[in-house]
């Protein structure tokens, strides 16, 4: 997991979507949920909604959706060649 490049604080998956999203495409260096928030004065429950609104849109910068409403079922593919 990248470091935040301001605080050094963990920079998860989605953390790291936005900063792709709405920092630079070719960031290289992470921000932080918390330091995004500042920077773009905005909080991090507005950064959270709008990566969920990207995620559903199917943005590929985001982590996909787990798939809701759907039972696993248990045991497997058997598929014998
Ligand atoms: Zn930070």
Redesign the pocket.
């Known amino acids: 997991m990248p470091r935040?490049?301001?605080?050094?604080?963990p920079?998860d998956g989605i953390a790291v979507a936005l900063n792709l999203k709405i920092v630079s495409r070719q960031a290289t260096e992470f921000?932080?949920?918390?330091?995004?928030a500042e920077t773009f004065r905005t909080t991090e429950e507005a950064l959270l909604e709008a990566a969920d609104r990207y995620r559903r849109a199917g943005c590929i910068l985001f982590p996909p959706l787990p798939p809701s409403g759907h039972s696993s079922a248990p045991g497997g593919g058997v598929s014998r060649g």
């Open positions: 935040c490049r301001q605080c050094e604080g920079v921000l932080c949920l918390r330091c995004l």
